[in-house]
């Protein structure tokens, strides 16, 4: 069964920093590109980072300087180090994975809750 479970979410405060997972079973995830996204209540979901199978990496403007995503092909995972959260990063982030950048993704994990509060 191809699956993709997001751990890592949790609440932190401003300034303060979380690492995301993205563990794969089913798959092997260096064969695909892989994508960060997010989406907070009442807004459309946005994509945060991808890693493509060379490891080359983008980020979306709004955290570029604060995120960086990584990838253990020994573990069948990704990571989504964040630094620097802001409140405006509080949103539900999913992992996705596909195996062509111009395609749709086609696997999605479950989420996990991120909330940036004081």
């Known amino acids: 069964q191809l699956q993709l479970v997001e751990s890592g979410g949790g609440l932190v405060q401003p300034g303060g920093s979380l690492r995301l997972s993205c563990a794969a079973s089913?798959?092997?995830?260096?064969?695909?590109?892989i994508g960060w996204f997010r989406q907070a209540p009442g807004k459309e979901r946005e994509g945060v980072s991808c890693i493509s199978s060379d490891g080359t990496s983008y980020y979306g403007d709004s955290v570029k300087g604060r995120f960086t995503i990584s990838r253990d092909n020994a573990k069948n995972t990704v990571y989504l180090q964040m630094n620097s959260l802001k409140p405006e990063d509080t949103a539900v982030y999913y992992c996705a994975a596909t195996l062509r950048s111009d395609r749709p993704y086609d696997y999605w994990g479950q989420g996990t809750q991120v909330t940036v509060s004081s």
């Open positions: 089913g798959l092997t995830l260096d064969s695909y590109v």
